[in-house]
Protein backbone atom coordinates (compact mmCIF):
# COMPACT_ATOMS: atom_id res chain seq x y z
CA UNK A 1 0.00 0.00 0.00
CA UNK A 2 1.29 3.06 -0.65
CA UNK A 3 2.50 5.49 1.82
CA UNK A 4 1.91 9.48 1.71
CA UNK A 5 3.47 12.24 3.51
CA UNK A 6 1.89 15.38 3.22
CA UNK A 7 3.80 18.97 3.34
CA UNK A 8 2.00 22.15 4.25
CA UNK A 9 4.32 25.11 3.30
CA UNK A 10 3.21 28.27 3.86
CA UNK A 11 5.15 31.89 2.81
CA UNK A 12 4.57 34.94 2.90
CA UNK A 13 1.90 35.53 0.28
CA UNK A 14 0.44 31.92 -0.08
CA UNK A 15 0.16 28.26 1.11
CA UNK A 16 0.59 25.02 -0.48
CA UNK A 17 -0.49 21.42 0.84
CA UNK A 18 1.79 18.73 -1.43
CA UNK A 19 1.23 15.10 -1.18
CA UNK A 20 4.39 12.80 -1.39
CA UNK A 21 5.65 9.49 -1.74
CA UNK A 22 8.40 7.13 -2.72
CA UNK A 23 8.04 5.11 -6.18
CA UNK A 24 10.37 3.18 -7.55
CA UNK A 25 13.52 5.29 -5.75
CA UNK A 26 11.79 8.21 -6.82
CA UNK A 27 10.16 11.31 -4.81
CA UNK A 28 6.68 11.79 -6.36
CA UNK A 29 4.39 14.53 -5.00
CA UNK A 30 1.10 16.61 -6.19
CA UNK A 31 -0.40 20.08 -5.36
CA UNK A 32 -3.54 19.37 -3.69
CA UNK A 33 -4.62 22.40 -2.11
CA UNK A 34 -3.44 26.39 -2.48
CA UNK A 35 -4.48 29.09 -0.79
CA UNK A 36 -3.45 33.17 -0.18
CA UNK A 37 -1.13 34.96 2.42
CA UNK A 38 -0.29 38.47 3.18
CA UNK A 39 -0.12 40.47 6.39
CA UNK A 40 -3.02 42.96 6.83
CA UNK A 41 -3.49 46.41 8.98
CA UNK A 42 -4.68 45.34 12.00
CA UNK A 43 -4.61 47.75 15.69
CA UNK A 44 -2.56 49.77 13.62
CA UNK A 45 -0.13 46.88 13.11
CA UNK A 46 0.55 44.42 10.08
CA UNK A 47 -0.32 41.50 11.20
CA UNK A 48 -1.17 37.46 10.13
CA UNK A 49 -4.49 36.14 10.28
CA UNK A 50 -3.41 33.05 11.93
CA UNK A 51 -7.25 31.78 12.38
CA UNK A 52 -7.81 32.38 8.29
CA UNK A 53 -4.10 30.54 8.37
CA UNK A 54 -5.70 27.42 10.26
CA UNK A 55 -9.40 27.08 8.55
CA UNK A 56 -6.59 26.95 5.21
CA UNK A 57 -4.23 24.27 6.44
CA UNK A 58 -7.73 22.20 7.95
CA UNK A 59 -9.38 22.99 4.33
CA UNK A 60 -6.18 21.51 2.46
CA UNK A 61 -5.66 18.77 4.76
CA UNK A 62 -9.58 17.82 3.80
CA UNK A 63 -8.41 17.22 0.40
CA UNK A 64 -6.57 14.24 1.29
CA UNK A 65 -10.14 12.51 2.71
CA UNK A 66 -11.99 13.11 -0.73
CA UNK A 67 -8.74 12.16 -2.48
CA UNK A 68 -8.66 8.52 -0.55
CA UNK A 69 -4.65 9.49 -0.21
CA UNK A 70 -4.18 10.04 3.85
CA UNK A 71 -0.95 10.88 4.88
CA UNK A 72 0.85 8.84 7.19
CA UNK A 73 2.34 12.00 8.92
CA UNK A 74 1.95 15.46 8.36
CA UNK A 75 4.08 18.74 9.25
CA UNK A 76 4.16 22.45 8.30
CA UNK A 77 6.81 25.26 7.44
CA UNK A 78 6.72 28.67 7.44
CA UNK A 79 8.85 32.11 7.12
CA UNK A 80 10.93 32.64 10.33
CA UNK A 81 11.28 35.03 13.03
CA UNK A 82 7.21 35.82 13.58
CA UNK A 83 5.50 33.99 16.60
CA UNK A 84 2.40 34.21 19.01
CA UNK A 85 2.18 34.50 22.95
CA UNK A 86 -0.94 32.14 24.46
CA UNK A 87 -1.86 32.86 28.36
CA UNK A 88 -2.28 30.06 30.84
CA UNK A 89 -5.35 29.30 28.92
CA UNK A 90 -3.68 29.25 25.80
CA UNK A 91 -5.38 32.10 24.35
CA UNK A 92 -3.38 34.66 22.35
CA UNK A 93 -2.05 37.80 24.07
CA UNK A 94 -2.06 40.32 20.65
CA UNK A 95 -1.77 39.99 17.17
CA UNK A 96 0.41 37.78 15.29
CA UNK A 97 2.41 41.12 14.23
CA UNK A 98 4.61 40.14 10.54
CA UNK A 99 8.05 41.52 10.35
CA UNK A 100 7.93 43.68 7.94
CA UNK A 101 5.66 45.49 10.69
CA UNK A 102 7.80 48.67 12.14
CA UNK A 103 7.28 47.98 15.66
CA UNK A 104 11.56 46.88 15.71
CA UNK A 105 12.48 50.55 14.84
CA UNK A 106 14.91 52.00 17.58
CA UNK A 107 14.47 48.37 19.47
CA UNK A 108 18.28 47.24 17.98
CA UNK A 109 19.59 50.18 20.64
CA UNK A 110 17.57 48.92 23.19
CA UNK A 111 19.00 45.72 23.01
CA UNK A 112 22.70 47.25 22.93
CA UNK A 113 21.91 48.68 25.87
CA UNK A 114 22.02 45.41 27.21
CA UNK A 115 24.38 43.53 25.28
CA UNK A 116 26.72 44.73 22.83
CA UNK A 117 26.15 43.38 19.01
CA UNK A 118 29.50 41.81 18.61
CA UNK A 119 28.74 40.35 21.86
CA UNK A 120 25.64 38.59 20.48
CA UNK A 121 27.17 37.86 17.96
CA UNK A 122 29.69 35.57 19.69
CA UNK A 123 26.65 34.22 21.58
CA UNK A 124 24.52 32.92 19.14
CA UNK A 125 26.02 33.63 15.33
CA UNK A 126 23.14 34.95 13.98
CA UNK A 127 23.44 38.01 11.65
CA UNK A 128 21.95 41.46 13.22
CA UNK A 129 18.55 42.05 11.12
CA UNK A 130 15.52 44.92 12.64
CA UNK A 131 12.94 42.26 12.15
CA UNK A 132 14.99 39.47 14.14
CA UNK A 133 12.35 37.98 16.95
CA UNK A 134 15.08 39.22 19.75
CA UNK A 135 14.00 42.75 18.44
CA UNK A 136 10.73 42.22 18.10
CA UNK A 137 10.40 40.82 21.98
CA UNK A 138 12.23 44.05 22.95
CA UNK A 139 9.37 45.71 21.43
CA UNK A 140 6.58 43.66 22.86
CA UNK A 141 8.89 44.38 26.39
CA UNK A 142 8.57 48.13 25.72
CA UNK A 143 5.05 48.83 24.33
CA UNK A 144 2.69 45.37 25.99
CA UNK A 145 4.99 44.46 28.78
CA UNK A 146 1.57 42.66 29.97
CA UNK A 147 1.71 40.02 27.53
CA UNK A 148 4.85 39.40 28.61
CA UNK A 149 3.96 39.33 32.31
CA UNK A 150 0.64 37.40 31.11
CA UNK A 151 2.17 34.77 28.77
CA UNK A 152 2.61 31.14 29.24
CA UNK A 153 4.14 29.97 25.95
CA UNK A 154 5.71 31.40 23.37
CA UNK A 155 5.82 29.73 19.88
CA UNK A 156 6.56 30.17 16.48
CA UNK A 157 4.21 30.52 14.04
CA UNK A 158 4.80 26.86 12.46
CA UNK A 159 4.84 25.61 15.78
CA UNK A 160 1.72 26.99 17.05
CA UNK A 161 -0.48 26.03 14.16
CA UNK A 162 1.34 21.69 15.40
CA UNK A 163 -0.14 23.00 18.73
CA UNK A 164 -3.60 23.56 17.43
CA UNK A 165 -3.63 20.41 15.44
CA UNK A 166 -2.50 18.43 18.05
CA UNK A 167 -2.92 20.11 21.40
CA UNK A 168 0.89 19.59 22.09
CA UNK A 169 3.53 22.24 22.28
CA UNK A 170 6.88 22.09 20.94
CA UNK A 171 9.86 24.55 19.81
CA UNK A 172 11.17 23.41 16.79
CA UNK A 173 14.95 23.92 16.69
CA UNK A 174 15.55 25.25 13.36
CA UNK A 175 12.88 28.48 13.61
CA UNK A 176 14.21 29.07 16.70
CA UNK A 177 17.33 29.74 15.86
CA UNK A 178 16.00 32.82 13.82
CA UNK A 179 14.97 34.40 16.97
CA UNK A 180 18.32 35.85 17.53
CA UNK A 181 18.24 33.78 21.27
CA UNK A 182 19.85 29.92 20.87
CA UNK A 183 23.88 29.12 21.79
CA UNK A 184 24.72 27.35 18.42
CA UNK A 185 27.43 25.06 20.94
CA UNK A 186 24.61 23.51 23.09
CA UNK A 187 21.96 23.90 20.31
CA UNK A 188 19.38 25.26 23.36
CA UNK A 189 17.89 28.64 24.23
CA UNK A 190 20.53 30.71 26.02
CA UNK A 191 19.25 31.44 29.47
CA UNK A 192 22.01 33.71 30.37
CA UNK A 193 21.06 36.16 27.44
CA UNK A 194 17.41 35.61 27.98
CA UNK A 195 17.87 36.59 31.70
CA UNK A 196 19.75 39.39 30.66
CA UNK A 197 17.09 40.73 28.24
CA UNK A 198 14.64 40.75 31.14
CA UNK A 199 12.40 38.19 29.08
CA UNK A 200 10.45 35.40 31.29
CA UNK A 201 12.53 32.21 31.01
CA UNK A 202 9.59 30.25 31.43
CA UNK A 203 8.80 30.71 27.72
CA UNK A 204 11.85 28.74 26.44
CA UNK A 205 11.87 25.17 26.55
CA UNK A 206 13.87 22.25 25.47
CA UNK A 207 14.14 22.58 21.87
CA UNK A 208 13.13 19.70 19.17
CA UNK A 209 14.96 18.72 16.25
CA UNK A 210 12.98 18.04 12.76
CA UNK A 211 12.15 14.30 12.38
CA UNK A 212 10.24 14.83 16.11
CA UNK A 213 7.12 13.68 16.40
CA UNK A 214 4.97 16.30 17.80
CA UNK A 215 1.43 13.83 18.29
CA UNK A 216 -1.51 12.93 16.74
CA UNK A 217 -4.60 14.77 15.80
CA UNK A 218 -6.50 16.22 18.39
CA UNK A 219 -10.27 14.33 18.98
CA UNK A 220 -11.95 17.42 17.58
CA UNK A 221 -9.70 17.95 14.40
CA UNK A 222 -9.96 14.35 13.49
CA UNK A 223 -14.18 14.51 13.04
CA UNK A 224 -13.54 17.41 11.30
CA UNK A 225 -11.09 15.91 8.91
CA UNK A 226 -12.46 12.26 8.66
CA UNK A 227 -8.83 11.13 9.16
CA UNK A 228 -6.08 10.63 12.01
CA UNK A 229 -2.58 11.42 11.20
CA UNK A 230 0.72 11.78 13.25
CA UNK A 231 2.41 15.34 13.24
CA UNK A 232 6.26 15.38 12.45
CA UNK A 233 7.92 18.03 12.73
CA UNK A 234 9.87 19.15 9.40
CA UNK A 235 13.18 21.93 9.24
CA UNK A 236 9.85 24.53 10.26
CA UNK A 237 12.25 27.29 8.80
CA UNK A 238 10.98 27.24 4.97
CA UNK A 239 14.93 27.74 4.17
CA UNK A 240 15.99 24.82 6.47
CA UNK A 241 13.26 22.75 4.37
CA UNK A 242 14.71 24.28 1.15
CA UNK A 243 18.54 23.75 1.57
CA UNK A 244 17.47 20.02 2.85
CA UNK A 245 16.73 19.54 -0.69
CA UNK A 246 19.44 20.43 -2.37
CA UNK A 247 20.21 17.97 -4.93
CA UNK A 248 23.36 15.75 -4.87
CA UNK A 249 24.56 13.27 -7.47
CA UNK A 250 25.86 9.80 -6.22
CA UNK A 251 29.00 10.41 -8.11
CA UNK A 252 29.77 13.99 -7.56
CA UNK A 253 31.78 13.37 -4.50
CA UNK A 254 30.26 16.06 -2.75
CA UNK A 255 29.89 16.58 0.85
CA UNK A 256 27.30 18.81 2.22
CA UNK A 257 29.70 21.12 2.58
CA UNK A 258 30.95 21.54 -1.12
CA UNK A 259 27.78 22.97 -1.54
CA UNK A 260 27.19 26.57 -2.17
CA UNK A 261 23.15 27.32 -2.44
CA UNK A 262 20.92 29.93 -3.80
CA UNK A 263 17.20 29.24 -1.80
CA UNK A 264 15.75 31.65 -4.51
CA UNK A 265 12.45 33.07 -3.49
CA UNK A 266 10.74 36.39 -1.73
CA UNK A 267 14.20 36.32 0.20
CA UNK A 268 17.55 35.09 -1.60
CA UNK A 269 19.22 32.75 0.71
CA UNK A 270 22.59 32.54 0.10
CA UNK A 271 25.03 29.86 1.64
CA UNK A 272 27.20 26.79 2.47
CA UNK A 273 26.75 24.27 5.36
CA UNK A 274 28.54 23.59 8.10
CA UNK A 275 29.57 21.52 11.14
CA UNK A 276 30.53 24.14 13.28
CA UNK A 277 28.62 27.80 13.52
CA UNK A 278 31.13 30.54 12.72
CA UNK A 279 30.90 32.88 15.24
CA UNK A 280 34.15 35.26 14.50
CA UNK A 281 34.32 39.08 13.98
CA UNK A 282 35.00 38.64 10.26
CA UNK A 283 32.00 36.50 9.75
CA UNK A 284 29.61 38.80 11.53
CA UNK A 285 31.20 42.23 9.75
CA UNK A 286 30.41 40.45 6.42
CA UNK A 287 27.04 40.22 7.72
CA UNK A 288 26.32 36.45 7.70
CA UNK A 289 24.50 34.31 9.90
CA UNK A 290 24.52 30.63 11.31
CA UNK A 291 20.86 29.09 11.18
CA UNK A 292 20.74 25.86 12.55
CA UNK A 293 19.81 23.30 10.09
CA UNK A 294 18.97 19.37 10.02
CA UNK A 295 20.77 17.49 12.38
CA UNK A 296 22.56 20.34 14.10
CA UNK A 297 24.42 21.56 10.81
CA UNK A 298 24.35 24.73 10.05
CA UNK A 299 23.15 26.56 7.13
CA UNK A 300 25.90 29.50 7.06
CA UNK A 301 23.85 32.15 4.69
CA UNK A 302 23.31 35.91 3.84
CA UNK A 303 19.93 36.69 3.03
CA UNK A 304 19.28 39.13 -0.11
CA UNK A 305 16.70 41.04 -0.39
CA UNK A 306 15.50 38.10 -3.42
CA UNK A 307 12.82 38.05 -5.59
CA UNK A 308 10.43 40.38 -3.48
CA UNK A 309 11.99 43.24 -5.13
CA UNK A 310 10.31 41.82 -8.59
CA UNK A 311 7.35 40.75 -7.35
CA UNK A 312 6.81 44.29 -6.11
CA UNK A 313 7.43 45.90 -9.19
CA UNK A 314 5.61 43.80 -10.91
CA UNK A 315 2.65 44.39 -8.30
CA UNK A 316 3.22 48.14 -8.75
CA UNK A 317 3.01 48.23 -12.64
CA UNK A 318 -0.45 46.27 -12.17
CA UNK A 319 -2.05 48.57 -10.05
CA UNK A 320 -1.15 51.16 -13.02
CA UNK A 321 -2.96 49.07 -15.77
CA UNK A 322 0.63 47.29 -17.34
CA UNK A 323 0.06 44.07 -15.82
CA UNK A 324 3.29 42.03 -17.10
CA UNK A 325 4.37 38.64 -16.29
CA UNK A 326 7.35 37.28 -14.95
CA UNK A 327 8.66 36.41 -18.11
CA UNK A 328 7.65 39.57 -20.04
CA UNK A 329 9.53 41.70 -17.46
CA UNK A 330 12.43 39.29 -17.94
CA UNK A 331 12.75 39.58 -21.51
CA UNK A 332 12.32 43.22 -21.75
CA UNK A 333 14.97 43.30 -19.08
CA UNK A 334 17.10 41.04 -21.20
CA UNK A 335 16.95 43.67 -24.37
CA UNK A 336 18.15 47.01 -21.84
CA UNK A 337 21.57 48.25 -21.81
CA UNK A 338 21.19 50.05 -18.48
CA UNK A 339 24.14 48.86 -15.86
CA UNK A 340 22.87 50.81 -13.10
CA UNK A 341 23.59 48.31 -9.99
CA UNK A 342 21.56 49.39 -6.36
CA UNK A 343 22.63 47.79 -2.95
CA UNK A 344 19.54 44.77 -2.33
CA UNK A 345 20.36 44.57 1.03
CA UNK A 346 19.94 48.19 1.47
CA UNK A 347 17.11 48.69 4.04
CA UNK A 348 15.08 50.99 1.56
CA UNK A 349 14.00 47.96 0.07
CA UNK A 350 12.41 46.09 2.66
CA UNK A 351 9.28 47.68 2.55
CA UNK A 352 8.84 50.72 0.56
CA UNK A 353 5.63 52.56 -0.40
CA UNK A 354 6.77 52.12 -3.89
CA UNK A 355 9.62 50.04 -5.23
CA UNK A 356 10.06 51.36 -8.34
CA UNK A 357 10.53 54.60 -6.71
CA UNK A 358 13.00 53.23 -4.08
CA UNK A 359 14.90 51.77 -7.07
CA UNK A 360 15.18 54.88 -9.12
CA UNK A 361 16.32 56.87 -5.52
CA UNK A 362 18.78 54.73 -4.74
CA UNK A 363 19.88 55.14 -7.93
CA UNK A 364 19.72 58.96 -8.32
CA UNK A 365 21.44 59.62 -5.02
CA UNK A 366 24.26 57.14 -6.48
CA UNK A 367 25.02 58.93 -9.75
CA UNK A 368 23.69 56.52 -11.82
CA UNK A 369 21.57 55.88 -14.91
CA UNK A 370 17.74 56.44 -13.13
CA UNK A 371 15.67 53.44 -14.97
CA UNK A 372 12.60 54.78 -16.57
CA UNK A 373 10.36 51.77 -18.15
CA UNK A 374 9.52 48.72 -16.55
CA UNK A 375 11.79 46.96 -18.56
CA UNK A 376 14.95 49.17 -17.34
CA UNK A 377 13.70 48.54 -14.12
CA UNK A 378 13.63 44.86 -14.02
CA UNK A 379 17.23 45.09 -15.24
CA UNK A 380 18.56 46.74 -12.41
CA UNK A 381 17.14 44.89 -9.98
CA UNK A 382 17.82 41.61 -11.68
CA UNK A 383 21.65 42.64 -12.29
CA UNK A 384 21.39 43.51 -8.74
CA UNK A 385 20.74 41.04 -7.57
CA UNK A 386 22.98 38.10 -9.61
CA UNK A 387 25.91 41.10 -8.43
CA UNK A 388 25.14 40.69 -5.29
CA UNK A 389 25.42 36.99 -5.70
CA UNK A 390 28.91 37.32 -7.27
CA UNK A 391 30.10 39.15 -3.93
CA UNK A 392 28.35 36.92 -1.69
CA UNK A 393 30.91 34.05 -3.23
CA UNK A 394 33.64 35.70 -3.21
CA UNK A 395 33.18 36.60 0.74
CA UNK A 396 32.29 32.62 1.28
CA UNK A 397 35.20 31.94 -0.37
CA UNK A 398 37.46 34.32 1.81
CA UNK A 399 36.06 33.01 4.92
CA UNK A 400 35.74 29.37 4.68
CA UNK A 401 38.78 29.00 2.33
CA UNK A 402 37.02 26.46 -0.25
CA UNK A 403 36.58 27.63 -4.16
CA UNK A 404 33.32 26.67 -5.08
CA UNK A 405 32.98 25.86 -8.49
CA UNK A 406 29.40 26.33 -8.85
CA UNK A 407 25.91 27.40 -7.08
CA UNK A 408 22.61 25.28 -7.01
CA UNK A 409 19.44 27.35 -7.05
CA UNK A 410 16.56 26.07 -5.74
CA UNK A 411 12.94 27.14 -5.10
CA UNK A 412 10.75 29.21 -7.29
CA UNK A 413 13.77 31.37 -8.53
CA UNK A 414 15.27 28.35 -9.63
CA UNK A 415 12.56 29.27 -12.89
CA UNK A 416 13.97 32.44 -13.30
CA UNK A 417 15.76 31.39 -16.46
CA UNK A 418 17.19 35.18 -17.43
CA UNK A 419 18.19 35.41 -13.32
CA UNK A 420 19.89 32.57 -13.71
CA UNK A 421 22.06 32.98 -16.21
CA UNK A 422 23.17 36.74 -15.12
CA UNK A 423 24.08 34.56 -12.37
CA UNK A 424 26.62 32.22 -13.89
CA UNK A 425 27.60 35.28 -15.70
CA UNK A 426 28.39 37.24 -12.69
CA UNK A 427 29.93 34.64 -10.95
CA UNK A 428 31.54 32.80 -13.41
CA UNK A 429 30.56 29.94 -11.76
CA UNK A 430 28.05 27.12 -13.03
CA UNK A 431 24.52 27.00 -11.94
CA UNK A 432 22.32 23.90 -11.28
CA UNK A 433 18.71 25.19 -10.87
CA UNK A 434 15.96 23.00 -9.30
CA UNK A 435 13.96 21.86 -7.66
CA UNK A 436 11.35 24.38 -7.23
CA UNK A 437 9.62 23.10 -4.79
CA UNK A 438 12.22 22.72 -2.82
CA UNK A 439 10.84 23.62 1.00
CA UNK A 440 7.82 21.49 0.34
CA UNK A 441 10.38 18.30 -1.20
CA UNK A 442 12.75 19.37 2.00
CA UNK A 443 9.90 19.11 4.61
CA UNK A 444 8.51 15.86 3.25
CA UNK A 445 12.13 14.54 3.23
CA UNK A 446 12.10 15.28 7.32
CA UNK A 447 9.10 13.07 7.44
CA UNK A 448 10.61 10.41 5.29
CA UNK A 449 13.59 10.49 7.07
CA UNK A 450 12.18 10.30 10.57
CA UNK A 451 10.29 7.08 8.77
CA UNK A 452 13.40 5.42 8.02
CA UNK A 453 12.98 5.73 4.45
CA UNK A 454 16.58 7.07 3.76
CA UNK A 455 19.72 6.35 5.46
CA UNK A 456 20.50 9.43 6.24
CA UNK A 457 20.24 12.90 4.87
CA UNK A 458 22.77 12.56 2.10
CA UNK A 459 21.28 10.34 0.78
CA UNK A 460 17.99 11.97 0.70
CA UNK A 461 19.65 14.32 -1.19
CA UNK A 462 20.66 11.65 -3.95
CA UNK A 463 17.38 11.05 -4.13
CA UNK A 464 15.87 14.28 -5.26
CA UNK A 465 19.09 14.43 -7.58
CA UNK A 466 17.35 11.57 -9.38
CA UNK A 467 13.91 12.45 -8.66
CA UNK A 468 14.01 16.26 -10.29
CA UNK A 469 15.09 17.93 -13.55
CA UNK A 470 17.64 19.83 -13.01
CA UNK A 471 18.72 22.75 -15.65
CA UNK A 472 22.34 23.79 -15.88
CA UNK A 473 23.09 27.04 -16.91
CA UNK A 474 27.23 27.64 -18.05
CA UNK A 475 28.30 30.83 -17.73
CA UNK A 476 28.80 33.17 -21.11
CA UNK A 477 32.06 34.85 -21.38
CA UNK A 478 31.10 36.42 -24.24
Known amino acids: MEKYYLAIDIGASSGR ?42 EGMKQCKKLGKIPVTMGIDTWAVDFVLLDEENRLLGNAVGYRDDRTKEMDDKVYEIISLKDLYKKTGIQKQIFNTIYQLMAVKEERPEYLEKADTFL ?66 EAELGFNCQVVLPATHDTGS ?40 ESMEANFTNEGGYDFR ?12 I ?10 GQDYSFAGLCQMASKGTIASIVDCNNSTFLAPESMVKAVQDFCR ?44 VVGGGSHAEYLN ?20 IGNLLAQMLAAGEFKNLKSAREVVYRSFAITEYKPDHK
Not at 252 to 270: K, V
Open 311 to 320: QSVRKEFASA
Open 365 to 408: RSGMQVPETAGEVAAVIYNSLAACYRDTVEELEAITGKHYSSIH
Open 156 to 221: MIPDYFHYLLTGVKRQEYTNATTTQLVNPETGNWDYELIEKLGLPERLFDQLSMPGTLVGTLRPEI
Open 17 to 58: HILGSLKEGKIVFEEIYRFDNGMKLKDGRFCWDVESLFAEIK
Open 242 to 281: AVMAVPIAEDSGDSMEDILYISSGTWSLMGTELGKADCSM
Open 298 to 309: FRYLKNIMGLWM
Open 421 to 440: QLTANRTGRTVYAGPGEATA
